[in-house]
């Protein structure tokens, strides 16, 4: 007999700052499709029915939508309280949440000469933020890791874990988004086994992913240094190895700070 997992209510602050997040995306060609799909994110998180229909009440009142009811639809129909309209067929699917949020973005940007980068990089900090509101209990995409890089003024930068793209570093100066990629796969699991009581004596076990897909790359060491020389020496297509020491400890520790790194 399986074990009854327990829902989660989302606060008024919550769901506040969910619908403020996702309004300015809240496109009339997309409308039923971003529902669709974050109900679905919310559902697949344990979030309660009652949690999500205040998220889709207050963004439907919030932006006017005509639709109003088909949206709610959406809400009983995927919390199995309605049965499977015939329009539902009509919805594109896509590969994810992020992945429509950037379509969205790409037809706001249309005119931009960096659309795609700009549409990487919103949906970039759409996704962080909503999952930072949600407090990670709820992980739009569990692996995606946005780590803040100090710089100076005007400039915002990150390195970055990407299941659709990889590790790169991510740049934003005035208006210019600019995209450094590292290394063609991304962190995909992080454990630390603890070897004694000692705090220095432990052993990582990292392993990396294709974001298309094959057999994934699993490396040991005690220390970082050790990893980045075998990611060095067995992984191909390294295109930054100056920086990588730098981004994979941050990773690491954007794991930890997520509260996905595994302790043994």
Do not use: C
Not at 45 to 64: C, D, H, N, P, Q
Not at 128 to 152: C, N, R, S, W
Not at 163 to 172: D, S
Not at 223 to 232: L, N
């Amino acid at each position: 007999m399986s074990a009854t997992v327990k829902q989660k209510d989302l606060t008024d602050a919550q769901i506040d700052s969910i619908v403020s997040v996702l309004k300015p995306y809240y496109h009339p060609d997309f409308r039923d499709e971003l529902v669709y799909h974050f109900l679905g994110l919310l559902k697949n998180s344990g979030i309660s029915y009652e949690s999500a229909k205040k998220v889709v009440e207050r963004l439907v009142k919030v932006t006017l939508d005509k639709e109003a009811d088909r949206r709610l639809y959406l809400v009983d129909y995927l919390y199995g309280k309605a049965e499977r309209p015939p329009w539902i067929e009509k919805i594109r699917v896509y590969f994810g949440f992020r992945d429509l949020l950037e379509k969205i973005i790409k037809t706001e940007y249309s005119n931009k000469p960096n659309a795609n980068e700009w549409a990487i990089y919103s949906a970039l900090k759409v996704t962080d933020q909503l999952e930072k509101i949600l407090y990670y209990y709820a992980f739009l995409e569990k692996h995606l890791v946005l780590v803040p890089i100090k710089t100076g003024t005007n400039i915002e930068q990150f390195y970055v874990n990407d299941t659709l793209r990889g590790i790169y570093v991510l740049t934003k100066k005035n208006d210019i988004i600019t995209i450094n990629y590292v290394l063609g796969l991304y962190l995909e699991n992080v454990t630390i086994h603890k070897k004694s009581d000692n705090l220095t004596d432990i052993e990582y076990v990292i392993r990396f992913n294709h974001p298309t897909g094959g057999s994934p790359f699993e490396f040991k060491g005690s220390t970082i240094d050790q990893i980045v020389r075998e990611v060095k020496s067995k992984v191909f297509g390294v295109r930054n190895p100056r920086r990588l020491k730098a981004i994979i400890s941050s990773l690491i520790e954007g794991f930890y700070i997520k509260g996905i790194t595994e302790i043994e």
